[in-house]
């Protein structure tokens, strides 16, 4: 028997698969559910979609108020508690949602997801992986992810059909319902944290690359630069995307189904990254991405009515964002210390999660004011800069590490 054969994979396939699931439900019940369920409710209370959409926003920034403490409390108690406590709260979240007359229950009960997210979604199980499977756990995230990308596929048919035979609140309900699912998912999670280094094919390489107070301060700088930039442009282009592509010179169905693309792209990149065992490094493959990212985007500024043009872009686009949702995770698993994993990485994201919040609404002047070129220019400005910042990382650190 061979050394990689006798050593088990860092992870437990159960708790992957575990998490995996819960990452399903849990971004398909919260993230994705203004998406289905906006419009109805905005015309069943009477509000505008500024109103409605607001709640949300409001979740994305308590999402980067309590990261921080969200990443510390991992670390100290681990992920089945934390990631459970955050099952319970997405239910009453979803619930409190399913029972808002005023805006004030409206308000609060995003609020409540808000913080649900945190301990629930990819930055809280990237974290819990990390500290039970250590620097060993770059694998794990990638496969949790996949299932992860297929939320809005699974989810906004599903609402959309809850929605026409129970009405929003209904489905609201239902997915209480589903978020409790997610707690015995998360109580599947080990409690004890990730043993020495050892060898093996999901064994780290080196210890953490920045080594030194300078060297950590260049490497959080640098990390926290990717992930609010990508943040940023992920968040303008989610609420975006469509009238960007109409704008540029694409019919409106013709954008539609252009954008629709971008999920392709996403899944396809993550399933190529696991399949290849995940043999790239994380410094080389965020670089790969976010070329990826930069390159689509200066296609896109210059492809007008070409739908050809415009759906290299879309794919390009969502593959960059697959890999950079992976690369989010296992960079600090190289750089730092993985035993710091949750406040290291808690704190380095709250820039990125605070302005993703407000990305959506800053975009509307762009759009309105300058028109959907402007936009783009601003979106291969940001993915530019993400693509700088990951050079300089890959420079300055990349000697230290092979693959």
């Keep these: 028997m061979t050394l990689a054969a006798a050593v088990p994979p860092a992870v437990p396939r159960r708790t992957v698969w575990a998490l995996g699931l819960s990452q399903l439900i849990a971004w398909g019940v919260s993230y994705y559910l203004i998406g ?37 409390m991992m670390d100290r108690q681990g992920g089945r508690r934390v990631m ?43 974290a819990a992986l990390a500290r039970i499977g250590g620097a060993g756990a770059r694998r794990a995230m990638s496969q949790i992810t996949l299932l992860g990308g297929l939320a809005s596929t699974v989810f906004w048919p599903l609402g959309h059909l809850l929605a026409e035979h129970l009405g929003w609140r209904g489905a609201c309900l ?68 469509i009238t960007l592509l109409s704008g540029l010179g694409l019919g409106l169905a013709t954008a539609v189904w ?16 696991i399949l290849s065992g995940s043999r790239m490094g994380a410094l080389s493959l965020n670089l790969l991405a976010t070329g990826g990212l930069a390159l689509g985007f200066v296609l896109a500024l210059w492809s007008g009515t070409s739908a050809t043009v415009a759906v290299l872009f879309s794919l390009l686009y969502g593959a960059a964002n ?30 990125g999660l605070l302005l993703s919040a407000v990305a959506p609404l800053a975009y509307v002047p762009v759009i309105e004011g300058l028109g959907a070129g402007w936009a783009m220019g601003l979106g291969t400005l940001l993915a530019l800069g993400a693509f700088l910042a990951s050079l300089l990382l890959w420079w300055r650190f990349g000697a230290g590490q092979r693959g």
């Design 36 to 72: 289905v369920l906006g419009e109805r409710i905005a015309t069943d209370l009477g509000w505008g979609m500024a109103r409605v959409q607001g709640g949300f926003a409001l979740s994305l920034l308590v999402m980067g108020l309590v990261s921080p403490l969200a990443g510390r």
């Design 322 to 351: 697959g890999l950079t949702t992976i690369t989010r995770g296992a960079l600090p698993l190289v750089l730092f210390d993985h035993r710091a994993y949750g406040r290291i990485a808690g704190a380095l994201i709250t820039p």
């Design 174 to 241: 239902a997915y209480a319902g589903a978020a409790l699912l997610t707690l015995p998912l998360h109580l599947l999670i080990p409690s004890g944290r990730a043993g020495p280094f050892r060898a093996g094919p999901d064994a780290p390489a080196a210890p953490a690359l920045a080594r030194d107070g300078g060297e950590r301060r260049l490497a959080g700088a640098l990390y926290a630069a990717i992930v609010l930039l990508i943040g940023v442009l992920n968040a303008a282009m989610s609420a975006h995307m």
């Design 84 to 126: 459970g406590l955050g099952s319970v709260l997405l239910a009453l979240g979803c619930l409190g949602l399913a029972l808002a007359r005023e805006v004030v229950g409206y308000y609060a009960a995003w609020a409540v997801l808000g913080l649900a997210m945190r301990l629930t979604l990819y930055d809280a199980a990237f």
């Design 258 to 273: 252009v954008a629709t693309l971008r999920g392709i792209g996403q899944s396809a990149a993550r399933l190529a990254e």
